[in-house]
T-cell receptor, first 108, second 114 residues
Framework: KNEVEQSPQNLTAQEGEFITINCSYS?????LHWLQQHPGGGIVSLFM???GKKKHGRLIATINIQEKHSSLHITASHPRDSAVYIC??????????FGTGTRLTIIP | DTGVSQDPRHKITKRGQNVTFRCDPI?????LYWYRQTLGQGPEFLTY????????KSRLLSDRFSAERPKGSFSTLEIQRTEQGDSAMYLC????????????FGEGSWLTVV
């Protein structure tokens, strides 16, 4: 059983919509990463969180340590945001445990 | 470009053959990680190095798999006697230290075993 759960698995939205992707994990973590993966494989790190909230452009990531939950938000979504978004957590040791990803498609 | 680079990007091999993938991390990054990703799944941890020392290996890394980082810079991942189940993308990542440091990923090496 994957220790990191993401929802939804697939999300299709119209351009301009506000997007939310959720991530839940099972035990205390030292850090949580949000990653973006485009077709072909390349992964880009969007955020690394251990508490609170971070914002970069149209992307916002929040984490609630007590509830063991994180969300990634995209404001004013655009077709170029179409990708797989992956949540990954670090449980104190060095390796990351990944969720299965959320496939986001933004329709013009 | 000084990101994480992997070679080859794609490899098709016959079952039973050996394959080797190379990863060049970002210069001065002391941590190097290998992950494996199959279609529709998130990456799974295989192993990681701090400098030249291999500090952790996943149970996924059977005795047919070996990884090295001989001089603490580039790393190789070798798969011996490949099986069809080895078909996946092998991702390399590096970071400057662990903890809350950003991890940088390579483009991945796709392996198809026929």
């Amino acid at each position: 059983k994957n220790e990191v759960e993401q929802s939804p698995q697939n999300l299709t939205a119209q351009e301009g919509e506000f997007i939310t992707i959720n991530c839940s994990y099972s035990v205390g973590i030292s850090a949580l990463h949000w990653l973006q993966q485009h077709p072909g494989g390349g992964i880009v790190s969007l955020f690394m969180l251990s508490s609170g909230k971070k914002k970069h452009g149209r992307l916002i990531a929040t984490i609630n340590i007590q509830e063991k939950h994180s969300s990634l938000h995209i404001t004013a979504s655009h077709p170029r945001d179409s990708a797989v978004y992956i949540c990954a957590v670090r449980y104190g040791n060095e390796k990351l445990t990944f969720g299965t990803g959320t496939r986001l498609t933004i329709i013009p | 470009d000084t990101g994480v680079s992997q070679d080859p990007r794609h490899k098709i091999t016959k079952r039973g053959q050996n394959v080797t993938f190379r990863c060049d991390p970002i210069s001065e990054h002391n941590r190097l990680y290998w992950y494996r990703q199959t279609l529709g799944q998130g990456p799974e941890f295989l192993t990681y190095f701090q400098n030249e020392a291999q500090l952790e290996k996943s149970r996924l890394l059977s005795d047919r798999f070996s990884a090295e980082r001989p001089k603490g810079s580039f790393s190789t991942l070798e798969i011996q006697r490949t099986e069809q189940g080895d078909s996946a993308m092998y991702l390399c990542a590096s970071s400057l230290g662990g903890g809350e440091n950003t991890i940088y990923f390579g483009e991945g090496s796709w392996l198809t075993v026929v």
